[in-house]
């Protein structure tokens, strides 16, 4: 009886949110996102579309077996892609915290490159919030300059939507000047109803210019075109009714160029040129720098190069 109790007042807690910011059309959403991928983009245009990219890219990575000296190496294939030195460096490195002080050591203070960390219990966010904060609290002490955050999902999916914003708050608070990207975590909110009102709820408590970021990386779905235009769309309806321009950051599963020019399309025909730079849109994808670095220098010279050509990136996230 309690349990049903419960599911009925989620379930009208959800009705309400729905009605407040707008369900989705989800056939509407598969029809537009498969017209982006039909879009021919060549030549100088291709060029620019794929150096956009590089600069978009946040060079990850996430493994219990990191050193200083591979966040080192990280740092300085961020700072320096390709041998080519027309190939600009990537937006960003993330880390975790406890690593964000060798990449700070690594990058120096005035590096084109920003340090973000990954915080509050990531990927799970699964612990106490003062944890969490204390987590935000260090990263940003150590020199990160950008939080990517895990929402509280459990909270969100219980009908807890206070809760959720409020804890978007704290760290929000606790992030001081640092850039805010909140992950959702899109395959566990399950419907692009729930994906849309997740950004919503978020997007209401952060600054001009913060984030909203669809994965971890860590479960089964991550990044698709589908579930990015939702959050696009929440995006632009949300700026045309406040004025307040939040950032989108898609993360997983982007590993070659020509997806990363799909979703830049999406971006360009939903949000326009003023979200076509690494202030307003990232890609969590750092296996994808390799295959842009590879499209780039056939473009330059005609010819293909090996995958080994290029170091190796850290894992996608």
């Known amino acids: 009886m309690v349990s049903g109790l419960m599911n009925a007042g989620q379930s009208v807690s959800l009705r309400r949110l729905f009605d407040d910011v707008g369900t989705v059309d989800s056939v509407g959403i598969e029809e537009r996102v498969a017209k982006f991928t039909t879009r021919s983009i060549k030549k100088t245009a291709?060029?620019?579309g794929l150096r956009t990219a590089v600069t978009m890219v946040d060079l990850t990575t996430l493994e219990g077996k990191d050193t200083p000296g591979k966040v080192a190496s990280l740092c300085r294939k961020a700072l320096h892609p390709a041998d080519d030195p027309t190939v600009p460096p990537t937006a960003a490195v993330c880390v975790?915290?406890?690593m964000v002080r060798h990449a700070r050591r690594a990058l120096g203070l005035n590096a084109p490159v920003r340090i973000a960390s990954v915080a509050t219990a990531f990927p799970s966010g699964q612990a106490?919030?003062?944890?969490?904060?204390?987590?935000v609290r260090a990263a940003v002490a150590d020199g990160a300059d950008e939080v990517d955050m895990v929402i509280n999902r459990g909270a969100f999916l219980a009908g807890e939507y206070g809760r959720v914003q409020d804890e978007i708050s704290?760290?929000?608070d606790t992030c001081g000047a640092a850039t805010l990207k909140v992950i959702l975590e899109v395959s566990e909110l399950e419907t692009y109803d729930k994906i849309r009102a997740a950004s919503f709820l978020a997007m209401r408590v952060l600054r001009p210019g913060d984030f909203i970021k669809t994965s971890t990386g860590k479960t089964s779905l991550n990044a698709t075109l589908g579930n990015n235009q939702v959050m696009l769309e929440a995006i632009r309806d949300f700026y045309l009714a406040t004025?307040?321009?939040i950032a989108m950051k898609p993360?997983?599963?982007i590993r070659t160029a020509k997806q990363a020019l799909h979703f830049l399309?999406?971006?360009?025909e939903t949000l326009g040129d003023a979200w076509l730079n690494n202030r307003r849109y990232r890609f969590g994808?750092?296996?994808?720098?390799?295959d842009l670095l590879r499209q780039l220098e056939k473009e330059r010279t005609g010819a293909y190069q090996a995958p080994y050509s290029f170091s190796e990136s850290a894992e996608s996230y």
């Not at 106490?128 to 987590?135: C, D, G, I, K, Y």
């Not at 399309?265 to 360009?268: R, S």
């Not at 994808?285 to 390799?290: I, K, P, R």
């Open 128 to 135: 106490p919030l003062a944890t969490r904060l204390a987590e």
């Open 46 to 48: 291709k060029v620019w």
């Open 170 to 172: 704290a760290v929000r």
């Open 285 to 290: 994808a750092s296996a994808l720098l390799n």
């Open 96 to 98: 975790y915290p406890a």
């Open 265 to 268: 399309v999406a971006v360009k």
């Open 251 to 253: 993360a997983g599963g």
């Open 243 to 245: 004025g307040v321009a």
